[in-house]
């Protein structure tokens, strides 16, 4: 009777910044809802370890503007940095949301 057991990595549901910033130095998965205003919310993931960086997946899920809402940006991010330091540098980064936010 053989068992297989698998390394499965459990994803955080960080409640705060302190929480994620802990994870992204680590680059664990780990997910944050950061809440700007009622009508502006944004969300991170990160995915994992990716091109000598913090691969992070992220997007709004309350926008003013619609058109921004659900569109997804890429990025991998210097982990090293803290995660509010990281998130300002967007030359790694790619997807729909990235083209709006640079007007690309």
Do not use: Q
Request: hydrophobic share 25%.
């Amino acid at each position: 009777n053989t068992s297989i057991t698998a390394d499965v990595e459990e994803t955080a549901d960080c409640e705060s910044t302190a929480c994620f910033d802990d994870k992204f130095s680590e680059c664990k998965p780990a997910t944050l809802t950061s809440k700007l205003a009622s009508s502006l919310v944004y969300y991170y993931e990160i995915t994992g370890p990716k091109d000598g960086g913090c691969e992070v997946k992220s997007k709004y899920t309350a926008n003013p503007n619609p058109e921004w809402v659900g569109k997804e940006m890429t990025c991998v991010y210097d982990n090293p940095l803290p995660f509010e330091t990281a998130v300002k540098k967007l030359d790694k980064c790619e997807g729909p949301l990235y083209k709006l936010m640079t007007g690309g």
